[in-house]
């Protein structure tokens, strides 16, 4: 078993603020979304193995608590592009020889990243 991809909900009309921070800070690669989904907005995203796919929730209500993590080369570039562009970074060593941090994307949704091996 592997794991296919991770949804997490973004508000309506929320994909330009959705690719400023997964496309331009994290990296990620938008990707074409089956053309029977598409009317339902959001937008679906890689990058290496990892998927991401954004989906619209009415009412939308951040996830606080339940996140995805990825693990990324260049964890501190990561960080350093996060807080110039204003989103919290918060580091954890509660794992010892694990780095990793918190943010939020601009909805309010909880997001771990930590660095690959």
């Known amino acids: ?3 296919d991809h991770v949804q997490i909900a973004i508000p309506r009309d929320g994909e330009t603020l959705a690719r400023d921070f997964w496309i331009g800070l994290v990296g990620m690669e938008e990707i074409a979304k089956p053309e029977a989904l598409r009317p339902r ?3 679906w995203l890689r990058r290496g193995e990892a998927e991401l796919h954004l989906g619209i929730e009415e009412p939308f209500a951040p996830a606080r608590k339940a996140h995805p993590c990825f693990a990324v080369a260049g964890l501190d ?3 350093d592009r996060l807080r ?3 989103h919290p970074v918060r580091p954890d060593d509660a794992i010892p020889g694990r780095a990793r941090f918190f943010t939020e994307d601009p909805f309010g949704n909880r997001v771990e990243f930590v660095a690959a091996p």
């Open 84 to 86: 110039a562009a204003g």
């Open 1 to 3: 078993m592997r794991l």
């Open 41 to 43: 907005g959001g937008l």
């Open 77 to 79: 570039a990561l960080a």
